[in-house]
C-alpha cells in the first residue's frame, strides 16, 4: 500500500525539493562548508521568529527544548508558572517537576482558552521565574491568547515568558520580540514541513542572562554552551546535517511564499475545514479559539475513528484520532505545513462519502 498523504499534526508532509535536500553529500560539523550552511540559516530564522535574537538549532524534538527552557530559565528554589489546557501543557509541566523545578499550575478545561486575567491572578502570588505556556494546544486544536498573555506577563519584570510554538510557528504570525518572549520554540515536523528530527528557539538576551544564574543547566540543552558555538556558527554537538540542508531548502521555499501569504493560507484552511466540520459534527475548541493549524473535532456522531482511517488509507490519506483520553471522542484534521486547498477538499469528500 502507497504511502498516505498526511493530514495529522506532524509528522506533515514534506515537498520533494525539501526531502531531496537531504540527501546531499555530507560535509564535517567543524568544516568551513557547515558554518558557511550553518551562517546562512540565521538571518531568515530571525526572520520567521520575528526576532533580532539568535534562534537555537537543537538535533531533539520540542519536548528537548521544553526542557531547555526549564532548565536554563527557572533558578534553584525559584516557581515556574505552567498554564495547562491540554496534553502538551500538560507534559511541559511534568518536564519541569522532572528536572527539579517547583512547578505551580493554572489550568482551564480541555477545549478552553487560558485567560489573560488567569495568570494575572496567580502572577499576584508571586514570585515567578517564569510562565510557560503551549500557544497552539494540539491536543484540543485551540489557539491561547499569547499576545493579551503576554502583556499581563510584561508586568512582572523578572518573570520569563516561555512559550510553545510547537505546532503555530511558520502557520500563524508569531512577534517574539513585540510580544516580550524570552523563549519561543518549535519542531521541524509540524507547520514548518520539514521532516521530524531538529528543534529551533529563539532565545532573547534576557534568558541568557537568567541562564547565567542557574548552576546545574544540564549538558546538552545548556542556552549558554549553545551561545558560544553560535559565535562560531556551530552547533555543541553534531547535528542532525541532513535536516539542516532541508532547512535551509524550506526557509527558501517559505520566504519565497511569504509569511503574509503563509499565515492566510493556513488562515483560509482552517476556515474552510471549521466549517465543514460545524456542519457535520461539532468543534472542540472554544469558540474565538480555534487553532489556524489543526482541528479536532468532536466525534457527536459517534463514528469509529479507526474504521474512518482505514477507508482514508485507502485513498492514500490519513487524519489523527483524538489525543490521549480524548481518543473516539474527537478526531483531528491538521491544515498546517505546505497544504493545499485542494488536497483539503479532496480529503473532506472522502469523509463525506464515509459519513454518507
Not at 531568515?44 to 528537548?64: I, K, N
Not at 532573547?204 to 551561545?227: I, N, P, Q, T
Amino acid at each position: 500500500m502507497a504511502v498516505p498523504r498526511l493530514f495529522i499534526p506532524g509528522p506533515t508532509q514534506v515537498h520533494p525539493d525539501v526531502l531531496a535536500a537531504l540527501s546531499q553529500p555530507q560535509i564535517g560539523h567543524r568544516t568551513p562548508e557547515f558554518a558557511d550552511l550553518f551562517a546562512q540559516l540565521q538571518p531568515r530564522l530571525r526572520r520567521l521568529f520575528a526576532t533580532r535574537h539568535r534562534v537555537y538549532v537543537s538535533t531533539s524534538s520540542g519536548t528537548g527544548l521544553q526542557e531547555a527552557a526549564s532548565r536554563n530559565c527557572v533558578r534553584e528554589g525559584r516557581r515556574i508558572l505552567h498554564a495547562v489546557n491540554g496534553a502538551f501543557g500538560q507534559r511541559w509541566a511534568e518536564v519541569s517537576r522532572a528536572n527539579g523545578k517547583e512547578v505551580v499550575v493554572v489550568e482551564a478545561p480541555w477545549g478552553k482558552a487560558i485567560r489573560p486575567d488567569q495568570i494575572a491572578e496567580a502572577l499576584r502570588d508571586g514570585p515567578f521565574d517564569a510562565v510557560a505556556l503551549i500557544h497552539n494546544e494540539t491536543s484540543t486544536g485551540l489557539l491561547n491568547p499569547l499576545p493579551e498573555i503576554a502583556q499581563v506577563v510584561a508586568d512582572y519584570p523578572e518573570t520569563l515568558l516561555l512559550v510553545d510554538a510547537v505546532s503555530s510557528l511558520g502557520g500563524t504570525p508569531i512577534e517574539v520580540d513585540r510580544w516580550g518572549i524570552d523563549v519561543c520554540l518549535t519542531s521541524s515536523q509540524k507547520a514548518l514541513a520539514l521532516p521530524a528530527g531538529i528543534a529551533l528557539a529563539a532565545v532573547s538576551d534576557r534568558a541568557l542572562a537568567r541562564a547565567k544564574e542557574v548552576a546545574h543547566r544540564g549538558y546538552y540543552f545548556d542556552f549558554l554552551v549553545f551561545e558560544k558555538y553560535l559565535a562560531r556558527n556551530q552547533t555543541p554537538a553534531t547535528p542532525a546535517i541532513p535536516h539542516l540542508f532541508a532547512l535551509d531548502r524550506q526557509l527558501d521555499r517559505i520566504l519565497a511564499e511569504g509569511l503574509e501569504a503563509r499565515f492566510a493560507r493556513h488562515a483560509a484552511l482552517a476556515r474552510r475545514v471549521q466549517e465543514w466540520a460545524r456542519q457535520r459534527f461539532a468543534l472542540f475548541a472554544e469558540a474565538g479559539y480555534e487553532s489556524p493549524t489543526v482541528t479536532a473535532i468532536t466525534n457527536t456522531r459517534r463514528i469509529d475513528v479507526e474504521a474512518l482511517n482505514r477507508f482514508l488509507r485507502l485513498h492514500g490519506m490519513l487524519i489523527s484520532n483524538g489525543y490521549g483520553r480524548l481518543k473516539g471522542q474527537t478526531f483531528r484534521i491538521a491544515h498546517m505545513g505546505d497544504v493545499t486547498q485542494g488536497e483539503i477538499e479532496a480529503l473532506l469528500e472522502r469523509i463525506d462519502a464515509f459519513i454518507a
